[in-house]
């Protein structure tokens, strides 16, 4: 089991930049397709965006694409979420999230086998 750690959530003002990032440990890192996630007060966790295990392949939310940018660096063991034009509705837990197969980003919550603890991200308006 990998464990994932998240860092760099914040308060930023709408409109605003911030990056987060998840470190993970042990080897299998880069074996694994990951993906962020975030779960908003009272509503359910969304995929956010996903990326294949070498970098080469991302798909994003459509409340995102655009705006985020999925990164990953495999010799780091680390994945990374750039967040530009930050509006209010972005306000949430993120989560980082390990795929549970190799070849898929998939979108479903319930396919990813390893979690982050989460970071908070408020946009304030």
């Known amino acids: 089991q990998v464990q994932l750690v998240e860092s760099g959530g914040g308060l930023v003002q709408a409109g605003g930049s911030l990056s987060i990032s998840c470190a993970a440990s042990?080897?299998?890192?880069?074996?694994?397709?990951m993906a962020w996630f975030r779960q908003a007060p009272g509503k359910e966790r969304e995929f956010v965006a996903g990326?294949?295990?070498?970098?080469?392949?991302?798909s994003y939310g459509d409340s995102v694409k655009g705006r985020f940018t999925i990164s990953r660096d495999n010799a780091k063991n680390t994945l990374y979420l750039q967040m530009n034009s930050l509006k209010a509705e972005d306000t949430a837990v993120y989560y980082c999230?390990?795929?549970?197969?190799?070849?898929?980003?998939?979108?479903?919550?319930?396919?990813?086998?390893?979690w982050g603890q989460g970071t908070q991200v408020t946009v304030s308006s």
């Open positions: 042990g080897r299998t890192f880069s074996v694994y397709p």
């Open positions: 999230a390990r795929s549970g197969a190799r070849y898929t980003v998939p979108r479903r919550e319930d396919l990813y086998d390893s």
């Open positions: 990326i294949t295990s070498g970098g080469d392949s991302t």
